[in-house]
């Protein structure tokens, strides 16, 4: 059974209370449909990757795709 899997609101709800501003959003299907992928602009990076992280989001580099 797959786990459960965050939707984008999910994402954006975390940024949200961590009071990130997001200035763009793309998403995207990668791997024949199996990884959701959320490329975003924000105004402090940083805050927005230690946010994430401590939520237990995966962060990709562009390296990763």
Same mark, same amino acid.
Do not use: P, T, W
């Given at each position: 059974? $797959?786990?459960?899997?965050?939707? %984008?609101?999910?994402?954006?709800? @975390?940024? #949200?209370?961590?009071?990130?501003?997001?200035?763009? %959003?793309?998403?995207?299907? %990668? $791997?024949?449909? $199996?990884?959701?992928?959320?490329?975003?602009?924000?105004?402090?990076?940083?805050? #927005?990757?230690? @946010?994430?992280? #401590?939520?237990?989001?995966? @962060?990709?580099?562009?390296?990763?795709?």
């Amino acid at each position: 059974r $797959r786990q459960h899997q965050m939707c %984008i609101r999910d994402r954006l709800q @975390i940024l #949200a209370e961590g009071q990130v501003n997001i200035n763009y %959003i793309y998403s995207f299907v %990668i $791997r024949d449909g $199996r990884a959701s992928v959320m490329v975003f602009g924000a105004d402090d990076y940083d805050k #927005a990757a230690e @946010i994430l992280n #401590a939520a237990s989001v995966k @962060i990709v580099e562009e390296k990763d795709l």
